[in-house]
């Protein structure tokens, strides 16, 4: 889109609803706007890895990352979850935002997704719900296998949890291009939050794809 800037593209992606009913085993926390399209303008103008490009999202939640990657100039975007409510917030919010016709909404488990892509832009669960331990893992693996050239990943910040990936990484045929450092707001949504407000620090990988 000519003129977009990454502050238009934040406020283009406030117009993609949260998810209406989030279930707690899934982790299903919104990625705020502010951080999808920084994370998206990284993908773009550092690393050429979006326009002219089939993407997927794993994990799409009610799509903002999938519809930022439209609306920057992707050629194709597949968004996969596991929730029919999810896509269905995702797939009237591509018709809303005009990239509906780029854009694939498809309900699967993400163990069952075999699909090749150019590059997967992703946001997992981070598992920490027991129902959900190791699930982060499991998206890494599966984005590894998928995507021919790169994969953006975002996980929990924590020097125990980086040597974990790291070496999870290396062993899928990927190699660590970029790391950074970001911070994940959630605003307070399941029973348990006694807070207004908290952040949790991520770090979000670039990864390219070495086979």
């Not at 706007?33 to 002219?52: G, M, P, R, V």
């Not at 990484?169 to 605003?187: A, L, P, R, Y």
């Amino acid at each position: 889109m000519k003129g977009l800037t990454r502050k238009k593209l934040e406020v283009l992606l406030e117009r993609v609803p949260i998810h209406p009913s989030p279930r707690v085993e899934l982790e299903q926390y919104t990625i705020p706007s502010y951080l999808a399209a920084t994370i998206l303008w990284i993908a773009h103008f550092k690393h050429k890895d979006i326009e002219n490009k089939v993407i997927c999202d794993l994990g799409c939640g009610t799509g903002r990352l999938a519809i930022g990657s439209a609306i920057i100039g992707a050629d194709m975007v597949i968004g996969i979850d596991i929730d029919p409510i999810a896509l269905r917030v995702a797939k009237r919010a591509s018709f809303n935002l005009k990239v509906s016709e780029i854009t694939d909404w498809i309900l699967a488990d993400v163990k069952r997704v075999n699909v090749t892509v150019d590059v997967v832009i992703q946001n997992p669960p981070f598992g920490v719900q027991p129902e959900l331990r190791g699930m982060d893992s499991l998206f890494l693996i599966k984005a590894l296998n998928i995507a021919r050239e790169a994969v953006y990943s975002l996980h929990k910040s924590g020097e125990k949890n980086r040597a974990y990936l790291e070496k999870l990484i290396k062993e899928n045929g990927g190699e660590i291009s970029e790391i950074v450092k970001m911070k994940f707001d959630i605003h307070p949504i399941f029973t348990f939050h006694i807070k207004k407000h908290y952040v949790v620090e991520v770090d979000l990988y670039r990864i390219e794809v070495k086979r």
